[in-house]
């Protein structure tokens, strides 16, 4: 069995869309998944499945939490083996300044970081760095000038409904439990 990640999209943000690390974990055990672990209370589960796809379980996972948890929340998947390429991949920038934050933004199927990066508009490279692997877009800018990033800004867009968001550390971490 192959390991993954689920990345679970806005939850237990701001009181809303709850859901309890424990009852996540048993649900999931419950359902045939092997290896349960969570990490964190934003929603990441890693896991063994034999399903052959990563649609399949994108769609195994939103229909668990439906039926558990009456929630639906969209879900990233991605592979131990595709997250270790992605990081591997990773440009030397991202990830390496403590003054900086460096965020992985994980792209949700169907859409692509193609897409997400068009419809995000031109980076500003004065104040942020971008790039991408496979289904994650790198992408790294000073604390001190944050607020100017492009980025930032796309919370609350249609563009950002098709992305889920970690930091490095949380991202290096889930590779690390994936061990």
Request: net charge negative; hydrophobic share 35%.
């Given at each position: 069995m192959e390991k993954y990640i689920a990345l679970l999209r806005g939850i237990n943000v701001g009181g809303k869309n709850k859901i309890s690390m424990p009852e996540l974990k048993m649900a999931f055990e419950e359902n045939g998944f092997a290896d349960v672990?969570?990490?964190?209370?934003?929603?990441?589960?890693?896991?063994?499945?034999?399903?052959?796809?990563?649609?399949?379980?994108?769609?195994?996972c939103e229909n668990l939490i439906m039926a558990e948890f009456q929630l639906s929340i969209p879900v990233a998947i991605i592979s131990a083996k595709d997250l270790s390429a992605a990081l591997r991949n990773a440009p030397d920038w991202w990830g390496t300044d403590g003054e900086t934050k460096h965020n992985a933004i994980f792209v949700l199927y169907p859409s692509t970081p193609?897409?997400?990066?068009?419809?995000?508009?031109?980076?500003?490279?004065?104040?942020?760095?971008?790039?991408?692997?496979?289904?994650?877009?790198?992408?790294?800018?000073?604390?001190?000038?944050?607020?100017?990033?492009?980025?930032?800004r796309i919370v609350g867009t249609a563009v950002y409904d098709n992305v889920t968001i970690r930091n490095a550390n949380t991202t290096k971490k889930l590779l690390q439990l994936t061990q």
């Open positions: 672990k969570t990490y964190i209370n934003s929603g990441n589960v890693i896991f063994s499945g034999d399903i052959d796809s990563e649609i399949k379980l994108k769609k195994a193609e897409t997400v990066i068009e419809q995000v508009g031109e980076f500003k490279p004065e104040y942020e760095q971008i790039d991408y692997y496979g289904q994650v877009i790198f992408w790294s800018a000073p604390i001190k000038t944050f607020s100017k990033t492009r980025w930032l």
